[in-house]
């Protein structure tokens, strides 16, 4: 899949945002899913690109490369997830191996990351950075975290924002 703003199953191009209540449950993704346009910053995710509110991705995994210009989630840029896994490469800026947000109402629960995380600028082995709460809960992170030349880099999250829940994480 090449495209500006790149994702495995659902992405903005497809539908917007699910803002409304949606699971999206044991589905898997492989292969790649690369978003570098020439002009603007692409983004890319192995599964969903925005989920909101009310979206859960539950019992799902990543084995695709996911790689982009900008930012990047082996799972989804932001959403709710729960026992959800990444296998898979996944590269851009600001890079989260499952989740690149969180944000108040994303949570991200009993998950695991196995893959290679490569950040130019964030790097984190479960998520990226945490805007304006959220939690991250019960995850592992077996996976390799690099950030490329530097920048934040964190095992479980890159940059903490204060009203986040970081609890029973490995």
Wanted: hydrophobic content about 35%.
């Amino acid at each position: 899949i090449k495209a500006e703003c790149a994702s495995g199953i659902l992405s903005r191009g497809h539908i917007n945002r699910l803002d409304s209540y949606v699971d999206i449950k044991s589905c898997s993704m492989h292969g790649k899913v690369i978003s570098i346009p020439e002009e603007n910053q692409g983004n890319a995710s192995g599964l969903v690109w925005s989920g909101g509110k009310g979206c859960c991705v539950v019992e799902c995994y990543n084995e695709a490369d996911v790689i982009s210009n900008g930012l990047s989630g082996g799972i989804a840029w932001s959403a709710n997830i729960s026992n959800c896994a990444n296998l898979g490469i996944v590269k851009g800026k600001r890079v989260g191996a499952l989740v690149t947000n969180t944000f108040g109402y994303s949570k991200v629960v009993n998950c695991l990351n196995l893959g290679i995380v490569l950040g130019e600028e964030i790097s984190g082995g479960l998520v990226a950075a945490s805007d304006f709460g959220g939690k991250i809960a019960n995850c592992i992170n077996y996976g390799v975290c690099m950030e490329i030349p530097s920048g934040a880099r964190g095992g479980i999250l890159a940059i903490l924002d204060r009203e986040t829940t970081v609890q029973d994480n490995y």
